[in-house]
Structures are given as structure tokens and as C-alpha cells.
């Protein structure tokens, strides 16, 4: 239940969306670049939560994206598992109606400030610009600033709508730049950026008193066992190299998920119960690196951030989504996860990369020794479908969901974690492999 507090530098914004397009800021990553704190410890039952909604989010348009759903709805499943299909991300902020509009005969610059969120992220239901003129969203100081570009043609019949990437910290200054001419802006009364909706980061103290997660993927058992992903870099260095190519998923502004690079191609794996859809994948922000610098330490890595774009196959009967990223190329460094397509042994000893409750990656599976109670508890458990998962006794909580679950023999990936409960679950690779091995 970790809240990050310090400030993250110049990040990567990706995409093109509607009339406008995103364009980056740079610097050297693997920067040091801010902290994350440990707020006071909640007691919570290593038993499966209550289910609670998640908090509503507004409707999107596709905006030419499209969702490719891949195979059957379930025909029954599991009953303890029988859950909507958002119940697990977790919730790590909220969101908050505004009405702010900039530019054109308006203010040109407006902050907006939630003392103590850990980050802010602003909705523009409307952008419409002359061209040359640009906005930006940043920290204030200038560390962390996103450029967001004016068409080169004024096209104010198809004002865009979606959010911008998240700012860390408790202070987002949104500020319209005038690089066109001075005349249509006197006419065009329709021009402008409004601002509808703000995710507000919770604070440390509403974190702490925040329900604990949703749906059932919570679950340490006994101890934690879970580390700092550095802490494996030098007792177990492949773990710690698999470790870089999941990612954390910020979804629609305020939950969170785990994600994983599958394979060589473009492609990104999670649970279906995280999203099913384009919309809300076009909406998600994927961070890769999102590391502590130093084991046990609370400095952070700047971590690579990039825009979600397209579904390409979905099943919520396996829990899983495969779906595409924007800017890919910026993430082929961190690596990537491959399937074990043999079906896991009773007893073999497993490690899971996560990010659990949103924090810096941590892997679970004791490290460089025997893996403890992170093995292979049963190979035929029931989630939603008769004998489709893996189940372990691997430490997880809320935003785990979508981690890897992987063999400490052949690091590969012997399931993909959705369920907590003690034992815990995952489902199991081979089935999953059968079902998406034409896409991947």
C-alpha cells in the first residue's frame, strides 16, 4: 500500500488522439527521480475480501480503436469466483468533476493542487487550438512536463477527449502557449481547452483508510516474502532481469494492474477482469521500470511511461487480455516473457514480479534460496473454469492482478495471477498459450 511522493522526471507521453497529437520531453532514463513511502500498516485478513465496486469511471469513445474479442463467454464457472468484470484492479485514487476552460480570451494558465496526492491527471474534454499553439502539463517546476500540440489544420468541429498522462505529485499546472496569430482567436469563441474531470492520487492517510482492495486477488500468506526487485539483482539476476518486462498499469486515472511484455511482437498481457476493451486500454498508462533504486531503499527510477492502444483478444473464462502499446520501441529494452506450454508439477518452485498495490516492482518467492511456500500447490485448481488454474501460496495484494507467474527452473511463464485466497491462483499458461499463440 505504498503511495509515491516525490517527483518523477520529464516522463514519456505517447500517441496521437483525435485532432491533436502528444510529442515527448526527454532525459537520460534510469535516473533517480523521487520516493515512495510505507504509510502505516493496516492489519487485513489473508483471506478473500469482500467485493466492493470500483469507482465509477466515465464513458470513452473508441476513437477508431477496435476491440477483437477472442472466444466463448463462459458457460459456468467456479462459484466462488463468479465476479463483474472490474471487480480487482485496485483502486488507488478518485476522480473529481471540474469545470476549467483555458486559452482564447480565458486564463491561459490555472493550477490545479490536492496537497498530499500522490499524483494528479487531468481529463480535457475539449481541445480545440489555432495551429502553432500548444499546451502543457506539468509539475510546475518543469521535471515532469507533456507537450500537448494544436492540429496543423483547425478542425473545431471534432474537439478531442481523453486524459493526459498522469503528473506525480500533488500539483498539475495546465498552461496554454501562443505560437499562432492573435486574429481568429478573437472570433472563434469555440477555441479552448476545457478540463472536466481530475484524478486525484489518494493521500497517505486515505490510502490507509481506503477499504483494503477489490475482488480476491489479495493475499499474503503468513510472512511476506515478497522483495525490492533490485534485491534479486545480484542472488538471483535472471529473476531480476524477467522482472523488467512487467509493467504497472494505471487504468482510467484512478486502478491499477499488473502487465507483462509477452513474446518479441507488440504485444502486452493482463487479466480481463483489469479491462476487456480498447476504450479503456487506450486509457491506461503502461510503466515499465518502475523500480526502487536500492534494496530496501525508497528511491525510485523514473520509470517509461507509455499509452495502452488496442484489445486483441480477450476471454473471461481464462482472465486474460492481450493487447498493444503505443511507442513501442521505447520499451523493447526491458525484455520480454515467454509461455511454458507443459503444464506445471505439483512442488515446483515459482517467483511472481508484481506490483503490488501499486508499488515499485517487488518479486515474491524467497530470494536466491529455496522459494519457501512459493511453489506449485496444486496444477488443477478451479477458478472460473473446472482445473484451469495453478494455485501457490506466493505473496500477493491488490494490483498484482495480471502479474507473471513464473518457473524459477525455465523462467518462463507457468501462469498468469488473478485470484488470492491462501492458496492463491493463477491461470495456467498452457491453456492460455493454446488460445493466443496465433496472436503472439
Avoid at 486559452?103 to 480545440?128: D, I, N, W
Avoid at 499562432?180 to 478540463?195: C, F
Avoid at 522482472?243 to 487504468?251: D, E, Q
Avoid at 480481463?272 to 476493451?277: A, E, Q, Y
Amino acid at each position: 500500500m505504498s503511495i509515491v511522493a516525490g517527483a518523477c522526471v520529464a516522463l514519456a507521453l505517447a500517441g496521437t488522439a483525435g485532432t491533436v497529437a502528444w510529442t515527448y520531453s526527454s532525459v537520460d532514463e534510469g535516473r533517480r527521480v523521487g520516493t515512495w513511502e510505507e504509510p502505516a500498516v493496516v492489519a487485513a485478513a489473508p483471506t478473500p475480501v469482500a467485493l466492493q465496486q470500483s469507482a465509477p469511471v466515465a464513458p470513452r469513445k473508441e476513437t477508431a480503436k477496435t476491440v477483437t474479442t477472442a472466444e466463448e463467454r463462459p458457460a459456468k464457472t467456479h462459484e466462488s469466483a463468479i465476479q463483474t468484470a472490474k471487480d480487482g484492479r485496485q483502486q488507488i485514487g478518485t476522480l473529481l468533476g471540474v469545470d476549467k476552460l483555458l486559452g482564447y480570451q480565458k486564463p491561459q494558465r490555472e493550477v490545479f493542487r490536492y496537497p498530499g496526492a500522490s499524483y494528479v491527471k487531468l481529463h480535457f474534454s475539449r481541445m480545440t487550438m489555432l495551429p502553432g499553439d500548444y499546451v502543457t502539463v506539468s509539475d510546475g517546476k518543469g521535471t515532469e512536463s507533456y507537450r500537448y500540440d494544436a492540429p496543423k489544420l483547425l478542425d473545431v468541429a471534432k474537439p478531442t477527449s481523453r486524459w493526459a498522462m498522469s503528473i506525480t505529485g500533488d500539483t498539475a499546472v495546465l498552461e496554454v502557449h501562443r505560437g499562432g496569430g492573435a486574429l481568429l482567436s478573437s472570433v472563434l469563441g469555440r477555441l479552448g481547452v476545457h478540463v472536466d474531470q481530475v484524478a486525484k492520487g489518494f493521500t497517505q492517510q486515505e490510502q490507509t483508510q481506503a477499504a483494503p482492495r477489490t475482488g480476491r486477488e489479495e493475499s499474503v500468506c503468513g510472512g511476506d516474502e515478497s522483495s525490492d526487485a533490485v534485491c534479486y539483482k545480484s542472488k538471483d539476476p535472471v529473476a531480476y532481469t524477467r522482472s523488467k518486462a512487467i509493467a504497472r498499469l494505471l487504468i482510467n486515472g484512478t486502478e491499477l494492474c499488473t502487465g507483462w511484455r509477452i513474446g518479441t511482437k507488440n504485444r502486452m498481457l493482463t487479466n480481463n477482469h483489469c479491462f476487456d476493451n480498447s476504450a479503456d486500454a487506450y486509457e491506461t498508462e503502461v510503466w515499465f521500470n518502475y523500480q526502487c533504486a536500492k534494496c530496501g531503499g525508497f528511491d525510485v527510477f523514473r520509470p517509461t511511461k507509455v499509452w495502452g492502444d488496442k484489445v486483441v483478444a480477450t476471454n473471461r473464462t481464462y482472465d486474460y487480455t492481450l493487447f498493444t502499446i503505443e511507442n513501442f520501441k521505447q520499451v523493447t529494452k526491458f525484455g520480454y516473457l515467454t509461455l511454458d506450454t507443459v503444464r506445471p508439477v505439483r512442488g515446483q518452485e515459482l517467483y511472481v514480479p508484481q506490483h503490488p498495490a501499486g508499488e515499485p516492482t517487488r518479486i515474491a518467492g524467497r530470494l536466491g534460496e529455496k522459494a519457501g511456500t512459493c511453489s506449485v500447490a496444486s496444477n488443477a485448481f478451479d477458478g472460473y473454469a473446472a482445473n484451469s488454474d495453478v494455485s501457490y501460496y506466493c505473496d500477493t495484494e491488490g494490483g498484482s492482478s495480471g502479474s507473471p507467474v513464473l518457473s524459477r527452473k525455465t523462467h518462463k511463464v507457468v501462469a498468469l495471477h488473478h485470484f488470492g485466497g491462501c492458496p492463491n491462483s493463477g491461470v495456467r499458461a498452457d491453456l492460455l498459450y493454446n488460445r493466443i499463440k496465433s496472436y503472439i
